[in-house]
């Protein structure tokens, strides 16, 4: 079976091989494939191409042109490198940003058919104007720009034609991989790589259901609504469909143009705080985040440039954690902030991330030995992210399951950091995000909210009031029996337990007799005294010892 599946992506790996064979992007990172058998291979494999003109470009440029031509996957990967300007050299960090909103554009099949297709009649029919042109091209849509009947401008969005088909084939070669990886690496299995694949596999496919981001896009306005601090676009849903969104045009500064925002006398300090906030606003306060907050999502209005507002677009990518996750999270930041490490530990067991027979010691030990080196730094010199990504990684070795929806929460807080250093690079996020935590722990803790919880489940419990008394009894039938069962074993136990020590006592005893007999036949007066009996009365007094001592 995995031969068959090994033949049938051999198509798509020759092409991902020969893209980065054609590119020599084993000369943009000789790290990955350097020395051994993989780096001898891939050198053989380059040799065709020792000569194309691609290989003479800029290595920045490189990575960017192979990225975009292998496809979505590869492009957003592309994407949350470029938020990493403390990690990129410059040009490199530069060149990758061109992916979040400079993506070649396609023009055929016509943005026209594509729209009457959609909607299945004459666009002329909702849309005073529609633009040929794309306002802006993404990996996996395209934008353009539009005027409803009614004055309204509008943006709409569309999926790239034979997309799904590309996504659906990198995605089987990532399946495959995966197993791979499980199957023969000895922590592949702990890391979960498939499980990873298929909820990565959930998100882009979601990507391809315009009408699944409008819902995300409206939910995010509405926990924002009348918000000075993020302002979400309006969905036009009577024109939007499966694959067609349109929605308000907004005016805005790309979040990534500082010379424009510094023109326009934008407080950039404010604004790289208001965006760390604004993520643990999400996180904590609704528990429903923006996923994919690269800089070619992210705008700023030009109103109130010294209490400057974020416009976020693009909502198909949204994370959420459960209660659970979402207070262990929290507690856990705050134990790090605090360097309680045996707090960190425990909360590990507590809430499941680690197995419960992990000895707490040594796991306090293992992330004090991580965080005590890197908290030797000022906190504006350390990045967030980085040392969450290393506390997961010591976890791992204590068997920690990779959580999914940690994973996704671990990208975009590195995609938040990334940009916030971008806009201003002393950018504190330790003093600015453990006042928030704080401020959320105590809110947790109030009367008022303990209280509003106490209200929300009480409807269910009236609901459950008929059926109390039934219940009890039901338990109480359960629970007697369970004492009969458990009485029952309780005496078997104790027999066999009987038994058992029987048996040691007479296993002791025939052990010592054999002894003895051994040791007494060596004696020479035994020797002698035994010269004087016949074979069949020693035979005869041999077996009487046995049956009076072995058969007890």
Not at 104 to 110: E, Q
Not at 120 to 133: A, D, H, M, N, Y
Not at 367 to 382: A, Q, T
Not at 442 to 453: D, I, Q, Y
Request: proline fraction near 6%.
């Amino acid at each position: 079976m995995l031969k068959a599946r090994a033949v049938s992506h051999i198509p798509r790996l020759i092409k991902l091989l020969n893209t980065a064979a054609r590119y020599r992007l084993d000369q943009v990172a000789p790290q990955l494939l350097s020395g051994g058998l993989a780096g001898m291979l891939f050198s053989l494999w380059t040799l065709p191409w020792r000569n194309h003109p691609a290989s003479k470009l800029p290595p920045a440029v490189r990575l960017r042109l192979a990225l975009e031509e292998l496809g979505p996957i590869y492009i957003k990967f592309g994407q949350l490198l470029s938020t990493r300007r403390d990690f990129l050299p410059p040009e490199l960090a530069d060149e990758l940003q061109s992916l979040q909103d400079k993506v070649p554009g396609f023009s055929s099949p016509a943005i026209t058919n594509l729209v009457e297709a959609a909607l299945g009649r004459p666009w002329q029919e909702v849309f005073s104007e529609l633009s040929i042109e794309p306002l802006a091209s993404a990996s996996v849509a395209q934008v353009h720009c539009a005027r409803l009947l009614s004055g309204e401008e509008v943006v709409i969005k569309v999926i790239r034609p034979g997309i799904e088909k590309t996504i659906v084939e990198d995605i089987k070669l990532l399946k495959w991989i995966a197993s791979l990886v499980e199957r023969h690496v000895p922590v592949g299995r702990r890391l979960r790589p498939r499980e990873v694949v298929d909820d990565y596999e959930q998100i882009i496919l979601d990507e391809l259901n315009l009408l699944a981001e409008g819902a995300n896009a409206t939910q995010l306005r509405r926990n924002f609504e009348h918000s000075p601090l993020l302002y979400v676009p309006k969905v036009y849903w009577e024109f939007s469909r499966i694959n067609l969104l349109v929605m308000e045009r907004i005016y805005g500064t790309p979040v990534a143009d500082i010379d424009s925002l510094r023109a326009q006398g934008v407080d950039l300090k404010k604004l790289a705080e208001t965006g760390v906030e604004i993520f643990f606003t999400q996180v904590f306060n609704h528990s429903f985040f923006h996923a994919d907050m690269h800089p070619g999502n992210i705008f700023v209005a030009r109103h109130s440039p010294e209490n400057p507002q974020y416009i976020a677009i693009d909502c198909a990518i949204i994370g959420s954690l459960s209660k659970s996750d979402q207070q262990y999270l929290a507690r856990n930041l705050l134990a790090i902030f605090r360097r309680d490490y045996r707090k960190v530990a425990e909360l590990h067991v507590e809430c499941g991330w680690v197995p419960r027979d992990t000895k707490v010691h040594e796991f306090e030990a293992a992330m004090r030995s991580v965080c005590e080196p890197i908290f030797e730094k000022p906190l504006k010199d350390i990045s967030f992210g980085y040392l969450l990504v290393q506390l997961f990684h010591t976890a791992g070795r204590f068997n920690m399951e990779v959580q999914p929806s940690l994973v996704l929460l671990q990208k975009t807080l590195l995609n938040v950091e990334g940009l916030g250093r971008q806009l201003y690079p002393e950018l504190d996020l330790w003093t600015t995000a453990l006042p928030f935590l704080e401020d959320w722990n105590r809110r947790r803790m109030r009367p008022s909210t303990l209280f509003n919880a106490l209200k929300e489940n009480v409807p269910d419990w009236i609901e459950q009031l008929p059926y109390l008394p039934q219940l009890m009894i039901d338990t109480l039938t359960q629970s007697k029996q369970l004492s009969a069962i458990n009485a029952n074993m309780e005496q078997q136990l104790r027999i066999e337990a009987r038994r058992t020590e029987r048996e040691r006592a007479r296993s002791v005893r025939n052990g010592l007799i054999l002894a003895a007999l051994a040791v007494a036949f060596m004696l020479p007066q035994v020797n002698a005294l035994l010269l004087g009996i016949s074979l069949p009365s020693l035979l005869l007094a041999a077996g009487a010892v046995y049956l009076l001592c072995f058969k007890r």
